[in-house]
């Protein structure tokens, strides 16, 4: 049983920063692909960033130059580096990873940005 705990959420400013971190609980080298996907109010839920096993990564267009998705396999954990925040980036976050046809969820993290 694959088990991710998320940190790092809360309320920020508009052009502030925060960093999310998922860990993990197995080696997440056994994983293809790790990343985070976000899901406003009222919205579906979309992919914001992920980064393979050999450390490619791929970017929601809205995000791209601000936030940074990265790994240490050391430590099991993924994490999104996000920057000059918007308000538009406010949701719940979720780290997904996926090993074959397997995926899995954290429980979601809130970013608030205030205007």
């Known amino acids: 049983q694959v088990q991710l705990v998320e940190s790092g959420g809360g309320l920020v400013q508009a052009g502030g920063s925060l960093r999310l971190s998922c860990v993990a609980s197995?080696?997440?080298?056994?994983?293809?692909?790790m990343g985070w996907y976000r899901q406003a109010p009222g919205k579906s839920r979309e992919l914001v960033a992920t980064?393979?096993?050999?450390?490619?990564?791929n970017y929601l267009d809205s995000v791209k130059g601000r936030f940074t998705i990265s790994r240490d396999n050391a430590k099991n954990t993924v994490y999104l580096q996000m920057d000059s925040l918007k308000p538009d980036d406010t949701a719940v976050y979720y780290c997904?990873?996926?090993?074959?046809?397997?995926?899995?969820w954290g429980q979601g993290t809130q970013i608030t940005v205030s205007s």
């Open positions: 997904n990873v996926r090993r074959l046809a397997a995926a899995y």
């Open positions: 980064i393979s096993r050999i450390g490619s990564t």
């Open positions: 197995v080696n997440i080298l056994s994983f293809n692909t």
